[in-house]
């Protein structure tokens, strides 16, 4: 193939001879010592994995699966993150959140102009096989979800611009809770405002507008609010709540959990292990009940800012309903509970007390 100006190289086959090979610990250490890269408290790079950049920072917990590329000349990626196996990320400024998850090979590339952007919000999910093209800025909000063998495009060219065939060059902007379930096509220039729901093979061209349900090819407006979503009283939530943490209990016990109530207070043992689970409902506060270090409380309201801080203090783990937040760490029990809570679209902001 003829030499170009530019560089095309797609694969980035000197990095990868150089440190791809590398284990975790090692490559950490080189790309801190040699290249310059602001990285994190345990930080995982899996074999093959590469993060290429000028400007590089990785927040602590970050996590770069197998063979997965990272390049571009701005990478900013938030704690608690990850990129899945055989993932490919390219793009001039990359800028993705904390507690989002880039699953298994997905591809994020392009033709590159000065201005592309890929912006991926927190507690945000891209599934297996979906494609996006950054040529122009895409910019995903907070706790939005993106279902696998998606399309967004920011491009759209092919046929001769000379002999009167369009061609496009736009921005794409999806909104703060936005869920595109699989194989919806997203279109350039086209923005989903926050709270809308796509259906699934949907094409998107265009403005959709918030707190709406939009399908078809082209996807219109099938409801929107008040109507949709549907407006819980605290009774209905509160019931809900219930019968997630129902599902959760029968979820554990089919692995071997053993699950005793105590008042207000669960117990979770596993193997010769306890958990202790402070499940708060409705407006109860924890009038009489010792929360303790290791222990995980469980709010169906908001906490109030001085709980919070002193649980914090305390090394007591929460997950808050009501205030949409978690402790920044938790327990295996903590853990398990917000994973399982997520199946439900329950994402929750870490709690950071400095």
Avoid at 96 to 116: N, W
Avoid at 159 to 188: C, I, K, Q
Avoid at 197 to 221: D, E, F, H, M
């Amino acid at each position: 193939m003829p030499e170009t100006l530019l560089p095309k190289t797609r694969i980035p086959w000197r990095h990868l001879v150089l440190f791809g090979w590398l284990p975790s610990p090692l490559k950490v250490l080189a790309y801190r010592l040699l290249l310059g890269y602001r990285i994190g408290r345990r930080v995982r790079i899996s074999f093959g994995g590469v993060v290429i950049g000028r400007k590089v920072e990785l927040g602590d917990h970050v996590e770069i699966g197998f063979l997965a590329v990272v390049q571009g000349e701005s990478i900013r990626i938030g704690r608690h993150s990850s990129i899945g196996t055989f993932s490919y990320l390219s793009c001039n400024v990359i800028e993705i959140g904390e507690d989002a998850k880039i699953r298994e090979q997905v591809y994020v590339g392009g033709p590159q102009l000065p201005e592309s952007k890929f912006v991926l919000g927190s507690r945000t999910i891209i599934l297996q096989l979906t494609n996006i093209n950054p040529t122009k800025p895409v910019v995903i909000g907070d706790d939005t979800g993106i279902g696998g063998h998606c399309l967004i495009f920011t491009h759209g060219a092919w046929a001769n611009a000379l002999d009167g065939y369009p061609v496009t060059y736009e921005p794409v902007t999806l909104g703060a809770s936005v869920w595109l379930p699989w194989r919806v096509f997203v279109m350039p220039g086209s923005t989903i405002g926050d709270g809308t729901v796509i259906g699934a093979n949907s094409l998107v061209s265009g403005r959709i507008p918030p707190q709406s349900l939009a399908v078809g090819s082209p996807a219109k407006v099938v409801r929107s609010a008040p109507v949709f979503p549907k407006q819980l009283s605290d009774s209905e939530r509160s019931t809900l709540v219930a019968t997630i943490m129902a599902e959760f209990d029968r979820f554990l016990q089919h692995s071997g959990v053993r699950v005793e109530p105590q008042g207000s207070m669960r117990l979770y043992r596993y193997g010769r292990r306890t958990w202790r689970l402070l499940w708060l409902r409705g407006e109860a506060r924890m009038d009489g009940v010792a929360a303790t270090r290791g222990d995980t409380v469980f709010s169906e309201t908001a906490l109030a800012a001085d709980e919070l801080g002193a649980f914090a203090k305390h090394g007591v783990y929460w997950l808050d309903l009501g205030g949409r937040t978690r402790s920044e760490g938790g327990s295996r029990l903590t853990e398990e509970l917000a994973l399982f809570i997520g199946r439900y679209g329950v994402r929750l902001a870490r709690y950071y007390d400095r």
